[in-house]
């Protein structure tokens, strides 16, 4: 038993006014913010994570993100158009870095060729190898000029992995964003303090932000619930119920990341795209959502395109609708109407990636595939996926962006070996279609690539969709103006931080 | 003399063994620090970006000339930098090293102060009711794991009756009432378990030093019961109760990852299993190393105290 | 050796009840039931349905044997080894003594879990690479207890006297000092069997335990933990049966610790009649 002693009671009857709703003066200023992990580091160019995503899209700004409809909108960059088939324009707005230099067409450019280069590690660096040059027509407009029409540049452009960095401060960053690092304590806190020079009038809102990192999930819900944070992310699914019981809080979940399979069609049994198949429609997806996530979520028939998307297709939409039979037939096909054995992966670290394994084995086990789970550490995981050694593989991952060609990254087979998707699987015909939805900029012509990509995709089944997992972010009654974005863009969030305040 | 000179040489040979494997077995586990950072994102990352990281932090030289580097920088005190964010790792060591402590020394006190006194009213009437009651009280406690025990904990305490934080860490100035509030749940499920041990070694020992002779003399002086209890019973069962007490707590050094996890609270073990998952080797080393320091030389402390009272002890 | 019977009887139900399990008619451990997912107790699942649909009693029983058996295989591994180890360097001195303590001191400076990190991280998770693990971890425990039971030995004159009579080392070993520290051996290995079950459900917790969708009470444990405000039962079910256990088990230490003791036996009823009535100081014997 714990021992109150005066101290304690002290130290909780600090706490206990929070817990009754009441706000002090000094806190209405501060946005404590739960984050599920701590962002390795804060590289801007780098991939590294989630909680890094939504720190970095407070302290730097690119030419554009996403505003809180989703929609595209401007950053740096206030107006921006079309150069004909292979430029993009961009009008710099006047705004200032956190060191107070201006941002100009020169820093722009310096950007974009760290992205680009080699040793950079950067995220998009593939996507924009098509990236020729940068021109810089006066200090205040940049055209970027691409080998190849590409569509998707200004939602390329709008995710957090492409922010404006001053010139030559590589060592140590120098951003744009509404926020600059005030504080840290390695493994557990940032603190952030508004930029008062920021560009955007009004915003932000508060004066700070704190984030605490709270690895373990029913930590994260307890400190929301005591009231020691005030929004938290990764809401765990089996609490959003009771958080939604609860007056004090609010949910607001929205369908994002998606669960699939991968496979290996290099050696093994899924070198057969119709024992691809037969694993894609043996599987009853509600049971998944029900299980790993209580019920949130959407099933996903076919390759992650959202059902709001404009590109979203009824009649190619279920193709991988659950149906034993036809697995057993198309095994019998194989040659393999016996069944067959392989080794799934997964993690044991993820309760979401343990659960659909667990699941998904049972399933198979029921047509007649006896399955065996490898349930390593998530960095084991990671290796043996970019090594591309595994049969079937669980992945949890979200789109890049709403937009179909989003889904390159994760469904192209012709792409160099990736943990995000399938191992040794060409791909021709689905990389060919993405390449042309890619560069074609009417719309008509691109519904067309995109439902021929659709339909090519139930019978090459490079990813087996599983389903849609709703993403939750939970937070105090009074907190208001976060936005969470849905699909692909879920991770980006951290945007709409800006606009937060209390009611 | 030279025994105590021998004893700290094995204990030098000792930390030097548990470096070395730790450095061997990190770098043999499946899992390159460099591939692990540009793959956070879920995507695999360039072979020739990895090539890069290598060279950057030191991890394509052959083994033994990193071996040898970590060794040579060992002796100027320097352990290295972090792979993940280059700070160095003395000073994240430095920084949650205290905590680990006082939450452990917190731990130790609490079991000592609960542990102590119910032991010795055990072991005044044993076989007797309360003693039947504490001793089953205390082997519950060692029952539930520490997990469990700390998640109801925050359920009951944090979320229920919002006595406490759910977990967290405040250091102790500004505010200590939020400092102790925030070690006083991790501290209890610790203490929970080590309470049952020094329950069980505090009855052991009074036992055995109440039916000593020279307690039966007091008696037989006419000295009070009470007197006899504190003066000549309390004092000689305490050494080691102590003694077990402080070489549990030594064990804990690192073992503290599940309580850590559950309160969100920023110790030394909490960053060890980080470092692992991050394959971070300059970490994983100091963590083990500090580690493996401080407990060595706590056991080379009470082994030269024993050694001194008792020069049987004095075989190796 | 006179042992209290309750804490035998305890112990050996729990150990037969473990190996019957396969002949009961119980449903099947690992078959999902999503639709019934958290459901109560019921006539068909008497103890309710987990996060899966799947039948807790089962899931109970079958999760014993395979906890109990890890805990026991590597208790005993860890017995065998620790214990020669400690006779070995106790009786043999210099090198082997020196060998002994100080590589278990390395174990010791390892944290179990760091430990159990390498190792499970090295050679994949699952029951095979647990028992070694546990093992590991334990070793050092049993060679502390050989060890000083060793040297308690070695100062009473019958191991002179066999010496003397030539029998070789391991003879002496084997026939003269080891059932001698038999006692502290079994208490040391109830202790250590008890210790491991915790251990395996903290580690399953980590998820570098038992591999699903084989059940054991870790992996329970760890699962309930997270539906712990919709469905406490599942909870309450693996923790009873862990504390039960390890409370029989602890018992058993205990006895087996009391009738091991000699001191026990001999402060029976001289101390009693010596103190007479003074309050508070009446160290009777154990409980009969």
Request: proline residues 7%.
């Amino acid at each position: 038993m714990p021992r109150i002693s005066r101290r304690t009671l002290l130290g909780a009857a600090t706490v206990l006014p929070f817990a009754a709703g009441a706000r002090a003066a000094w806190q209405a200023d501060t946005l404590t913010f739960g984050l599920s992990s701590y962002p390795p580091n804060l590289q801007p160019w780098a991939s590294v994570g989630t909680a890094a995503l939504t720190v970095k899209a407070c302290l730097f700004r690119g030419l554009l993100s996403f505003g809180p409809d989703g929609q595209v909108r401007g950053e740096l960059a206030e107006r921006w158009e079309r150069d004909g088939d292979h430029g993009w324009v961009f009008h710099l707005r006047e705004a200032k870095f956190h060191n107070g230099a201006p941002v100009t067409a020169d820093d722009v450019k310096w950007t974009f060729e760290q992205i680009g280069s080699e040793k950079g590690g950067a995220y998009l660096r593939g996507q924009l190898r098509d990236l020729a040059s940068v021109e810089m027509p006066d200090p205040r407009t940049v055209r970027l000029v691409t080998k190849t029409p590409i569509v998707t540049i200004p939602l390329i452009l709008a995710t957090p992995f492409a922010p404006i960095i001053a010139k030559d401060t590589l060592a140590a960053p120098v951003g744009a964003g509404p926020y600059t690092l005030s504080g840290q304590e390695r493994g557990v806190s940032l603190d952030l303090e508004a930029f008062p020079d920021y560009y955007r009038p009004g915003v932000p809102k508060l004066k700070r932000l704190r984030f605490v990192a709270y690895a373990d999930e029913n930590a994260r819900v307890a400190a929301l619930q005591a009231g020691d944070v005030d929004l938290i992310e990764y809401v765990p699914w089996q609490s959003m119920a009771s958080i939604e019981a609860d007056p004090k809080l609010k949910l607001d979940a929205v369908d994002g990341p998606y669960m699939g399979l991968a496979f290996n069609g290099g050696t093994g049994p899924f070198q057969d795209a119709r024992l691809r198949q037969a694993v894609a429609v043996a599987i009853r997806r509600e049971e998944i959502i029900k299980a790993a996530f209580f019920g949130r979520g959407t099933s996903l028939e076919n390759i992650p395109i959202a059902k709001v998307s404009e590109f979203y297709n009824e009649q190619y939409a279920h193709g991988w609708k659950y149906d034993p039979d036809r697995a057993k037939k198309l095994m019998a096909d194989a040659g393999v109407g016996g069944g067959f054995a392989c080794t799934l992966l997964s993690t044991a670290q993820y309760g979401m990636h343990k659960s659909t394994a667990e699941i998904v084995q049972q399933h198979l086990g029921e047509i007649g595939i006896a399955v065996t789970l490898n349930l390593p550490d998530w960095p084991t995981r990671v290796t043996l996926g970019n090594r591309g050694q595994y049969e079937l593989c669980v992945q949890g991952q979200a789109p890049d962006n709403n937009d179909p060609d989003g889904l390159s990254a994760y469904i192209d087979g012709d792409l160099p070996p990736d943990n995000a998707r399938s191992a040794h699987l060409p791909t021709p015909r689905i990389h060919e279609l993405l390449a042309q939805g890619r560069a074609e900029f009417d719309n008509a012509k691109r519904h067309a690539i995109y439902d021929e990509l659709q339909k090519v995709s139930l019978g090459v089944v490079s990813l087996a969709g599983l389903c849609w997992r709703s993403q939750g972010y939970a937070m105090a009654r009074d907190v208001q103006g976060f936005a969470n974005l849905p699909g692909g863009l879920n991770f980006y969030s951290g945007y709409s931080l800006e606009a937060v305040s209390f009611a | 003399m030279r025994w105590i000179l021998r004893r700290i040489g094995v204990s030098v040979l000792l930390i030097w063994v548990v470096a070395s494997i730790v450095f061997l077995a990190i770098r043999l586990v499946p899992g390159d620090p460099a591939e692990l950072l540009l793959a956070q994102g879920g995507a695999a990352p360039d072979p020739d970006a990895v090539a890069q990281l290598h060279q950057q932090l030191g991890l394509d030289e052959p083994i033994w000339a990193q071996y040898l580097g970590n060794f040579r920088d060992l002796l100027h005190g320097d352990l290295g930098q972090s792979l993940q964010d280059q700070s160095p790792v003395a000073d994240e060591i430095m920084r949650r090293l205290p905590r680990t402590l006082e939450l452990i020394g917190a731990a130790g006190l609490l079991a000592l102060l609960l542990g102590v006194p119910t032991g010795m009213a055990a072991a005044l009437r044993p076989g007797r009711a309360l003693d039947r009651a504490l001793s089953w009280l205390a082997a519950t406690a060692l029952a539930f794991p520490v997990f469990v025990v700390g998640t109801i904990l925050v359920l009951v305490f944090a979320q229920w009756l919002r006595v406490v934080s759910a977990g967290g860490y405040a250091p102790l100035l500004p505010n200590p009432g939020r400092h102790f509030a925030l070690l006083a749940m991790p501290a209890a499920t610790i203490a929970l378990g080590l309470f049952a041990t020094v329950f069980r070694m505090t009855r052991a020992s009074v036992l055995d030093v109440a039916g000593r002779d020279y307690v039966r003399t007091a008696h037989a002086k006419g000295l009070g019961a009470a007197r006899i209890l504190l003066r000549h019973v309390l004092r000689n069962a305490l050494m080691p109760i102590v003694t077990v007490l402080a070489l549990n707590l030594g064990t804990l050094l690192g073992g503290t990852v599940l309580v850590e996890y559950v309160f969100n609270y920023p110790g030394l073990s909490g960053l060890l299993v980080d470092a692992v998952n991050a394959r971070d080797y300059p970490e994983v080393e100091g963590v083990v190393l500090v580690i493996s320091v401080l407990f060595v030389t706590l056991n080379l402390v009470m082994d030269l105290i024993y050694g001194l009272l008792d020069p049987r002890v004095r075989r190796t | 050796m006179r042992v209290r019977l309750g804490p035998v009887l305890a112990v050996g139900a729990i150990a037969l009840l473990t190996l019957i399990v396969p002949v009961l008619p119980l449903a099947p451990p690992v078959t999902m039931d999503i639709a019934h997912r958290m459901a109560p107790p019921s006539p068909a699942h008497w103890l309710g349905q987990d996060e899966y649909g799947r039948d807790v009693l089962s899931r109970l029983l079958w999760g014993a044997r395979v906890s109990l058996a890890v805990a026991a295989a590597s208790a005993s591994i860890a017995c065998v080894l620790g214990t020669a180890l400690g006779i070995a360097g106790g009786y043999l001195g210099r090198v082997a003594e020196f060998f002994a303590v100080r590589s278990m001191d390395v174990v010791l400076c390892f944290p179990p879990l760091l430990l159990a990190l390498l190792v499970v991280t090295l050679l994949g998770p699952g029951a095979a690479t647990l028992i070694p693990v546990l093992a590991l971890v334990y070793v050092p425990g049993f060679v502390r207890v050989a060890y000083a039971g060793v040297l308690t030995v070695l100062s009473a004159e019958y191991v002179e006297a066999t010496r003397a009579l030539g029998a070789g080392h391991l003879r002496i070993m084997l026939r003269t000092i080891l059932p001698n520290i038999g006692g502290p051996i079994l208490v040391q290995f109830s202790l250590t069997a008890a210790s491991a079950v915790v251990l395996e459900s903290g580690l399953s917790f980590l998820g570098l335990g038992v591999v699903p969708p084989a059940p054991s009470w870790g992996l329970m444990i760890a699962a309930a933990r997270s539906t712990m405000t919709q469905a406490p039962l599942l909870l309450l079910w693996p923790c009873l049966a862990l504390s039960l256990t390890i409370l029989a088990m602890n018992a058993l230490c205990d006895a087996l610790r009391d009738a091991a003791d000699p001191r026990m036996r001999v402060r029976r009823v001289p101390a009693a009649t010596m103190l007479g009535n003074a309050p508070g100081l009446r160290p009777e014997g154990p409980p009969a």
